[in-house]
């Protein structure tokens, strides 16, 4: 049977309405895997993880998944953070999934406005990684938050105009 999903404004906690520190998406099974076999799956890896306690639910959407959210006890935002972090920070890629053969890997829950962003930074910087030498392919850093691409110290590349500039003109550069 299918659950309803709950919407993020039933997530109190949440810092804003892009990122969801109180609810954590776990992925890296097949596209594929039932339902059953992720949920359970995934309790192993929390409890692996040690943060089995702090979990009220687990939940993989349609009857074949690749990944499920878990909503955790929710904490203040600051707190919620830090959680993730520590949990990313021991966790992450360590884990195998037994069901794939793939490492885990673990995120914070992001609207589906920020995902989308995120994938329009991530098919910008594909476009632009062609048009570089294999020099300037190293000094490429993107911020996720921001949805900046610099090359160097340039920010070349900004999800919205007012971040592409700079805070004072002498700082501009015209490319030709």
Known sequence: PSRPRPSLSNSPQSVDLEVDWNRLVIGGWHMDTRREKVEHEAKQLL????????????????????????????LPSQDAKRRLAECQTQHKDKHIIPRSGRTAWMTPHKSA????????TKYAASILEPLLDNASKETVDIDWNK??????????????KPDLMLLSASQTHQAR
Not at 115 to 120: E, Q, T
């Open 47 to 74: 409890q692996t993880f040690g943060i089995a306690d702090a979990v009220t639910d687990v939940i993989v959407y349609g009857r074949r998944a690749s990944a499920c959210h878990v909503f955790l006890r929710p």
């Open 113 to 120: 406005h920020k995902r989308l962003k995120n994938r329009a």
């Open 147 to 160: 949805q900046i691409i610099w090359v160097r110290d340039l920010r070349v590349i900004a999800f919205s």
